[in-house]
Structure formats: structure tokens, C-alpha cells
């Protein structure tokens, strides 16, 4: 049996005291995992990751890294026990070079993490060819490997995704989770929030759908895939 990487148990959290988004959330994404949730637009499912990188306050329920509880732990020191994040907007800078914003990844890093920039170029050689070149003249899908490959640099074991696929192209889409499955297989454990559920689930082990703040359905991808509970009500009109 694979090791937890990450549990929620039970949390609660918001934006405003005394008024949570998420209404007690549990989830659990073991090693070597690629988990997805899902969910109607407002679920909960920004928030739930925002929750777990403490940018936002969490005012019930616990977080465990590796075992080990880490509620409410500041954001630089979840980083630090291994958990990368891209947001789902503004995850590059678009005025500085590519360069520069691989190197805002790794400014307080030591000389490990400055060698893994160097794994990092060898393994995006469109990175490394325009180095020099604005984020913002990237096209949508490069930008989305630009900000996969920032989340690198700290050598996650569980990298979170927020939406990474959104406003892509059928072309970029593909290539995008081609390059998340690649990241998965090299042995890091993915929770990926996306809105194209089917795509999502079909390329999960397991998957979680978010409504309201709450749990609704949980489980494999493709059980969850052929539920005819959560293809009625999340899946139909996809
Ligand atoms: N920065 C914010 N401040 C206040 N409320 C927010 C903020 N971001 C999101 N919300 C609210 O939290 C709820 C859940 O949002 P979100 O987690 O972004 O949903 P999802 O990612 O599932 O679409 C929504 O009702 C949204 O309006
Ligand atoms: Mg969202």
C-alpha cells in the first residue's frame, strides 16, 4: 500500500471570519497518486487549495503532510515539506523573461535547488531555446509549462494544479497532461482541479467531485466516470 503524501480531514475555511467556503473537506492523495477533483463552478475547489498551501486561514479540521499534522503551517513552509502549487491565474509573470521568472522560483534556494533549474531546461528545451524571451509572448499552452516547471524547482513530491488545462487548445490541452503524466511517472503525486471533469477523471486514479464545500461522490476515475449519479449531475452536460 502506497504512503499518504496528503490528508484533509474534515476542513473548514474561508475567505471572511465566521463564514466558510468549505464546509468540512476530507481527501487523502497517496504516493505516486494522480488525484482529481471536480466539481461545479463555486464547489470550493480554488479554495480547497488555497487552503492547504496556507494562503488562506483554516478555522476547522486538520491537515496531515506525510503523516505529520501541518494545519495552518505559513505557505514558504509547506513549500518546504514538499508541496508545490499552480494557481489557477497569474501563475507567470508576463513582463519578465522566462528566465527570470524560473529564477523567482528558486531566489531563496540553495545550490541543489539552483542545479535542479539546470534538470529543469534540459527537460523543457522550449524553455531553455527562449530563456531570454518575455513570459507574455508565450502562447497559452507554453505558459502553463513555464508555470509547471516554476513548481519544479523545489522538487515537490505532491504538486496541486489548478486548472492547468483552462483556455487551452485541443493541441496544448494534450500536451499539457502529457506533461503532467510525465511529472507523475518521474514519482510525484498529483491533486489536479479541473473543469473538463471526463478528461480529468480518465486520466485519475481517483477522483473526488466538490459541491458546495462539501464531499459529494468519491472514487476511481473511471467509477466515477460511469456513476450515472455523477454523470446526471456533473458530468452530463460537459
Ligand atoms: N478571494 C475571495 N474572496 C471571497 N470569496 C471568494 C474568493 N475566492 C472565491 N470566493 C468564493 O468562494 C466560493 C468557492 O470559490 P472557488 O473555490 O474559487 O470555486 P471553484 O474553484 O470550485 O470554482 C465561491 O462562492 C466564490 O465566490
Ligand atoms: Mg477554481
Given at each position: 500500500?502506497?504512503?499518504?503524501?496528503?490528508?484533509?480531514?474534515?476542513?473548514a475555511?474561508?475567505?471572511?471570519?465566521?463564514?466558510?467556503?468549505?464546509?468540512?473537506?476530507?481527501?487523502?492523495?497517496?504516493?505516486?497518486?494522480?488525484?482529481?477533483?471536480?466539481?461545479?463552478?463555486?464547489?470550493?475547489?480554488?479554495?480547497?487549495?488555497?487552503?492547504?498551501?496556507?494562503?488562506?486561514?483554516?478555522?476547522?479540521?486538520?491537515?496531515?503532510?506525510?503523516?505529520?499534522?501541518?494545519?495552518?503551517?505559513?505557505?514558504?513552509?509547506?513549500?518546504?515539506?514538499?508541496?508545490?502549487?499552480?494557481?489557477?491565474?497569474?501563475?507567470?509573470?508576463?513582463?519578465?523573461?522566462?528566465?527570470?521568472?524560473?529564477?523567482?522560483?528558486?531566489?531563496?534556494?540553495?545550490?541543489?535547488?539552483?542545479e535542479?533549474?539546470?534538470?529543469?531546461?534540459?527537460?523543457?528545451?522550449?524553455?531553455k531555446?527562449?530563456?531570454?524571451?518575455?513570459?507574455?509572448n508565450?502562447?497559452?499552452?507554453?505558459?502553463?509549462?513555464?508555470a509547471?516547471?516554476?513548481?519544479?524547482?523545489?522538487?515537490?513530491?505532491?504538486?496541486?494544479?489548478?486548472?492547468?488545462?483552462?483556455?487551452?487548445?485541443?493541441?496544448?490541452?494534450?500536451?499539457?497532461?502529457?506533461?503532467?503524466?510525465?511529472?507523475?511517472?518521474?514519482?510525484?503525486?498529483?491533486?489536479?482541479?479541473?473543469?473538463?471533469?471526463?478528461?480529468?477523471?480518465?486520466?485519475?486514479?481517483?477522483?473526488?467531485?466538490?459541491?458546495?464545500?462539501?464531499n459529494?461522490?468519491?472514487?476511481?476515475?473511471?467509477?466515477?466516470?460511469?456513476?450515472?449519479r455523477?454523470?446526471?449531475?456533473?458530468?452530463?452536460?460537459?
Amino acid at each position: 500500500m502506497n504512503k499518504t503524501v496528503l490528508e484533509c480531514n474534515g476542513i473548514a475555511a474561508g475567505y471572511v471570519k465566521d463564514l466558510n467556503i468549505l464546509q468540512g473537506v476530507d481527501l487523502v492523495v497517496k504516493e505516486k497518486e494522480i488525484v482529481s477533483i471536480i466539481g461545479p463552478n463555486g464547489a470550493g475547489k480554488s479554495t480547497l487549495l488555497k487552503a492547504i498551501m496556507g494562503l488562506i486561514n483554516v478555522s476547522g479540521g486538520r491537515f496531515y503532510i506525510n503523516g505529520i499534522e501541518k494545519t495552518n503551517l505559513a505557505t514558504h513552509k509547506i513549500v518546504n515539506e514538499g508541496i508545490g502549487y499552480v494557481p489557477q491565474v497569474a501563475n507567470v509573470f508576463p513582463s519578465l523573461t522566462i528566465e527570470e521568472n524560473l529564477e523567482i522560483g528558486s531566489w531563496s534556494l540553495n545550490k541543489q535547488q539552483k542545479e535542479n533549474l539546470k534538470q529543469i531546461y534540459e527537460q523543457f528545451s522550449l524553455l531553455k531555446d527562449r530563456k531570454k524571451d518575455k513570459a507574455g509572448n508565450l502562447s497559452g499552452g507554453q505558459r502553463q509549462i513555464l508555470a509547471l516547471a516554476r513548481a519544479l524547482i523545489t522538487k515537490p513530491t505532491l504538486l496541486l494544479l489548478d486548472e492547468p488545462s483552462a483556455g487551452l487548445s485541443p493541441v496544448a490541452i494534450n500536451e499539457v497532461f502529457s506533461i503532467i503524466n510525465d511529472i507523475n511517472e518521474s514519482g510525484v503525486s498529483i491533486l489536479l482541479v479541473e473543469q473538463n471533469a471526463k478528461r480529468a477523471l480518465s486520466f485519475s486514479d481517483r477522483g473526488y467531485v466538490l459541491d458546495q464545500g462539501r464531499n459529494a461522490y468519491q472514487g476511481k476515475g473511471e467509477d466515477l466516470l460511469n456513476d450515472p449519479r455523477v454523470i446526471d449531475l456533473y458530468l452530463g452536460k460537459l
